[in-house]
């Protein structure tokens, strides 16, 4: 006789024990065609499994990210199914869900190709149809062993042998085909509807190089049809922006094998690096920092004082050295980090309260090393600058130093084509450093800044760093994808491990407190992000070239070098292109460049002295005179974009 608590707190009570679906289906229809799973005092069930005590229930929806979990993992039985009907002899290993989809793994003799995939979409797409019911058997090893016997399913057999004895095994019945897992699955096929297979590779079984290599086949699911057309297609915009192919064909930069996740800028690449870090350095001299420039290569001794030598070794690049004549021998690591010699630059002389806040900034070049199957083009990378910066203040002064970087923020962003970030305030975690009543104060220091500013935010419990409560900004990117890039932390730890003072108003030592902040992040990353933010058609103030001129034919090309060189003058990125090829080729080509502006000359221009102007996207300006052309010009680079 359950007596069934609902997450709303409200109660139900039964004469017999009945199971997850029944329970919906009791609450109501709509809600029992859509329940994929269930909650049994906070254990996740099918919604098949009988409730037979008094207990806590909660039902789990395919509208749920746990319940299109459950969707991803039942397609991934689904793909299992199709290709044991396909392909009889296929030897199944596992098969789990990973973001956006799920994939399963398989030996099989015959090597799936691309091709194939249609076939076994389609076989899942019949089997879905049916909707047949997907039936949960608890089991013990014994039976389990023999099933997988029977069915010459070595893998699976291998992984029974690695089941702790005692542990419940289930078997998943698909018609025919049996699978096992922990589940929870859908009851039913007729969940499965929204899906695709989109592609196949090779990985090693148990993901170790030394074993054999299987086949994998992997697949994405959604709720809807809509919901998996919308992924989809940003699927495949997302393809063509990708910044590493769009940095190769626009010639921007490179890596290899020499130097793994460090760049090597190319002329173009390096352009836009530096009027990015031109314009963030305005922004900073107008925000009241002062810029410095501090050794990448420091001893291990500051790395021990700071705390980055025990916590954060596993990932510093260490160099030591012979000295030659001293006899000794120096340890030094790459710096990680700018904080700790940041701190050194500030304890030079001793500060009073009138000289804070003090805020450093510095384009700070780190190492971290990050093991080579995370790294990602500019995204993730181990050699990057970031826009670093601290500002020590007084306790009083966080709300106001906070509110003056959240406007540099938002402007920054602003001029760099993003409207929408989002802004998360992380609180105290369980293990920290500093006081109650400081984190207290300096939690509402940052939040009252935040509303200050009229601005939205969340606040994540506990997840702040074990020295200070933080801030992190989130962008949001043309195919609506987040970012993390700005952040600003308060930190009452590295002042303190570093015996950071300045003398306060009662003449006696305090500690300052440190904020750590950065805008973009890494310029690295953040290039990346702007490149695929624009698919590579960057705002004319941030494209590497800004016009090119074209002549049509030789005798032309004197005149563009006329307009090419007072183009120059006037201190724009501009290049000639005086090949003798065709001109629809030479447009089409720095098209192909997204160069912003094309200007072609040819007897006509050449008579009234004039140019044609032809804006990217290939819109027609018509002909005007240089002085006119430079004032679009300006007027396009003032207004950024
Ligand atoms: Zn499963
Ligand atoms: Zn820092």
């Known amino acids: 006789m359950p007596k069934i608590t609902l ?8 004469k017999e024990p009945i199971t997850i679906n029944q329970l919906a289906a009791d609450i109501g229809p709509g809600l029992a065609k859509s329940t994929v799973a269930g909650k049994i005092s906070g254990k996740r069930v099918d919604a098949s499994d009988l409730i037979a005590e008094d207990c806590e229930v909660e039902i789990i929806t395919s509208d749920t990210e746990e319940g299109l979990e459950v969707v991803r993992h039942s397609c991934a039985h689904l793909l299992a199914h199709a290709l044991k009907q396909l392909y009889p002899e296929t030897k199944l290993a596992i098969g789990p869900t990973i973001e956006n989809g799920f994939y399963y793994d398989f030996l099989l003799e015959q ?58 095994i289930a078997l998943y019945h698909h018609n025919e085909y049996i699978d096992m897992c922990r589940g929870p699955h859908v009851t039913n096929t007729r969940h499965l509807k929204a899906f695709k297979l989109t592609k196949v590779s090779g990985a090693y079984w148990k993901g170790d190089s030394k074993n054999e290599m299987l086949q994998r086949i992997y697949g994405t699911a959604w709720k809807t049809k809509k919901d998996l057309d919308k992924y989809l297609e940003n699927l495949v915009e997302a393809e063509k922006r990708d910044h590493r192919k769009i ?15 460090m760049v090597f800028w190319h002329s173009k690449g390096w352009t836009i690096y530096r009027v990015l870090e031109d314009f963030i350095r305005r922004q900073q001299i ?77 384009f700070g070049s780190c190492h971290r090393y990050e093991a080579s199957g995370t790294l990602h083009g500019l995204l993730r990378v181990r050699a990057m600058t970031q826009d670093d910066g601290h500002i020590f203040c007084t306790e009083e ?10 406007e540099v923020l938002s402007h920054t962003y602003k001029e760099l084509g993003f409207e929408k970030f989002d ?24 939040e009252d800044a935040i509303k200050n500013l009229g601005l939205p935010y969340e606040i994540s419990e506990g997840e702040g760093a074990f020295y200070g409560p933080k801030l992190d900004f989130v962008l949001t990117d043309a195919l609506q994808r987040e970012w993390q890039c700005g952040t600003l932390q308060a930190d009452f730890n590295l002042p303190e491990r570093l015996d950071t003072n300045f003398v306060g108003e009662d003449g006696v030592k305090h500690r300052p407190v440190m904020l750590h902040r950065a805008i973009l992040g890494s310029f690295e990353r953040f290039i990346g992000i702007l490149i695929e933010h624009y698919a590579g058609s960057l705002p004319v103030w941030l494209s590497p070239v800004q016009v090119i001129v074209l002549n049509i034919t030789d005798k032309h090309s004197e005149y563009s070098k006329e307009i090419r060189n007072s183009i120059k003058k006037n201190g724009f990125r501009v290049k000639s292109d005086l090949r003798k090829e ?10 192909m460049q997204k160069v912003p502006y094309l200007l072609v000359v040819g007897d006509k221009e050449l008579k009234n002295n004039s140019i044609s102007v032809r804006a990217r996207g290939g819109v027609d300006l018509g002909s005007m005179s240089l002085s006119k052309f430079l ?3 300006k007027k396009d680079i003032e207004k950024k974009n």
């Open 7 to 14: 997450p709303d707190k409200s109660k139900r009570s039964f």
């Open 111 to 168: 090597k799936i190709t691309e091709k194939e995939l249609d076939k076994i979409e389609k076989r899942m797409k019949k089997l879905a149809s049916e909707n047949y019911e997907v039936v949960r058997e608890v089991v013990s090893k014994t039976k389990a062993k023999k099933t997988f016997k029977d069915r010459n399913e070595n893998y699976k057999l291998k992984i029974i042998k690695d089941i702790p004895d005692g542990e419940t």
């Open 247 to 261: 940095g190769r064909q626009l010639d921007l930069f490179h890596f290899q094998e020499e130097a793994p996740g």
């Open 286 to 362: 107008e925000a009241g920092y002062e810029e410095i420039k501090t050794p990448q290569l420091v001893d291990r001794r500051l790395w021990e004082q700071s705390g980055h030598w025990d916590k954060y070794r596993e990932n510093m690049f260490i160099t030591e050295i012979d000295e030659e004549h001293a006899n000794e021998k120096r340890v030094n690591a790459l710096k990680p980090m700018n904080c700790p010699c940041h701190v050194q630059v500030y304890k030079q002389g001793l500060k009073s309260y009138r000289d804070l806040p003090i805020r450093l900034a510095e």
């Open 397 to 406: 002064q966080i709300e106001s130093e906070t509110k003056n970087f959240i």
């Open 423 to 446: 802004i998360k305030l992380s609180t105290r975690p369980e293990v920290r450093v500093g006081s109650d009543s400081v984190w207290e104060r300096s939690e509402v220091a940052l």
């Open 582 to 591: 065709k001109i629809t080729y030479k447009i089409r080509d720095h098209s």
């Open 631 to 633: 004032e679009i010009l």
